[in-house]
Nanobody, 114 residues
Framework: VQLQASGGGLVQPGGSLKLSCVAS????????MGWYRQAPGKQRELVAV???????NYADSVKGRFTISRDNAKNTVYLQMNSLKPEDTAVYYC?????????WGKGTLVTVSS
């Protein structure tokens, strides 16, 4: 199973970005898909997750600003990020739980700076 994330980049504070992550390979079904991030000098932290049924969970720091969604037919998860802040700067990793195993993408860098 491979996860390929895209959509990162440089954005000004208050701006928006949309991340995408596609899972490929021998996939029967994906239970949970999600986004995590790791800022320089910090531990990786959960940003948002979504189950196959559409239930979501967000970190308090992104509630009301970020929206996670998924297309089960395309094995794709999205993260719409609005009202970005400098503290959102990090490498964003997508994650997929398949048959109780965790898979990670390589990450995509999001930089929020003026």
């Amino acid at each position: 199973v491979q996860l390929q994330a895209s959509g990162g980049g440089l954005v000004q504070p208050g701006g928006s970005l949309k991340l995408s992550c596609v899972a490929s390979g021998s996939i029967f079904s994906i239970n949970v898909m999600g986004w995590y991030r790791q800022a320089p000098g910090k531990q990786r932290e959960l940003v948002a997750v979504i189950t196959s049924g559409g239930s979501t969970n967000y970190a308090d720091s992104v509630k009301g600003r970020f929206t996670i969604s998924r297309d089960n037919a395309k094995n794709t998860v999205y993260l719409q990020m609005n009202s970005l802040k400098p503290e959102d700067t990090a490498v964003y990793y997508c994650n997929a739980e398949i048959l109780l195993m965790d898979y990670w993408g390589k990450g995509t860098l999001v930089t929020v700076s003026s």
